[in-house]
T-cell receptor, first 117, second 108 residues
Framework: DSGVTQTPKHLITATGQRVTLRCSPR?????VYWYQQSLDQGLQFLIQ???????AKGNILERFSAQQFPDLHSELNLSSLELGDSALYFC????????????????FGEGSRLTVL | KNEVEQSPQNLTAQEGEFITINCSYS?????LHWLQQHPGGGIVSLFM???GKKKHGRLIATINIQEKHSSLHITASHPRDSAVYIC??????????FGTGTRLQVFP
């Protein structure tokens, strides 16, 4: 058990819909990262938050947004869903921010599997 | 071009064999991560290393910063080691770039 909790574990929805994925980081971790893993692209970094502030952005679509709340949990909002958004979405947390090379070990949640029909 | 490349893509082994998975990266890095993804999808961080060698149980990770190369070794492999092994390194903006993974199957 990594200590990182993601909900929901599975989600099936239709094109055009909006979903929210939730992540609770490991106790004491201030950084939260979101990653997307699709079948044809492997793991891709989406966005990082540290102590409530956005710190780094990757290949995140404009239809996607995220935030980190004062209690450090984070939500990833996906809107106007398309078939290609079907993927596993992972959240990870780490203690510090200082770049991916300096954050120390990453702790991953179990992922949220999104299927868009 | 993916800045983090792994080889082989697929690997099969008999139980007890010594396994090596390689990772090459093209950017200067401060640390490299090895991850394990189980068949169910969950990801576990195995190592983060910036120099030398680290060992955890039957797993050993080495890195050569000058050659921009890292290896993950599994000694006395076991069917429960069957998983996808992924290396990841930060790019020049410190965002993690992931390799495409090595799918390992260990047969009894």
């Amino acid at each position: 058990d990594s200590g990182v909790t993601q909900t929901p574990k599975h989600l099936i929805t239709a094109t055009g819909q909006r979903v929210t994925l939730r992540c609770s980081p490991r106790s004491g971790d201030l950084s939260v990262y979101w990653y997307q893993q699709s079948l044809d692209q492997g793991l891709q970094f989406l966005i990082q938050y540290y102590n409530g502030e956005e710190r780094a952005k990757g290949n995140i679509l404009e239809r996607f947004s995220a935030q980190q709340f004062p209690d450090l949990h984070s939500e990833l909002n996906l809107s106007s869903l398309e078939l290609g958004d079907s993927a596993l979405y992972f959240c990870a947390s780490s203690v510090a921010w200082g770049g991916a090379g300096l954050t120390g070990e990453l702790f991953f949640g179990e992922g949220s599997r999104l299927t868009v029909l | 071009k993916n800045e983090v490349e792994q080889s082989p893509q697929n690997l099969t082994a008999q139980e007890g064999e010594f396994i090596t998975i390689n990772c090459s990266y093209s950017v200067g890095i401060s640390a490299l991560h090895w991850l394990q993804q189980h068949p169910g999808g969950g990801i576990v961080s195995l190592f983060m290393l910036s120099s030398g060698k680290k060992k955890h149980g039957r797993l050993i990770a080495t890195i050569n910063i000058q050659e921009k190369h890292s290896s993950l070794h599994i000694t006395a492999s076991h069917p429960r080691d069957s998983a996808v092994y992924i290396c990841a390194a930060p790019d020049n903006t410190d965002k993690l770039i992931f390799g495409t993974g090595t799918r390992l199957q260990v047969f009894p």
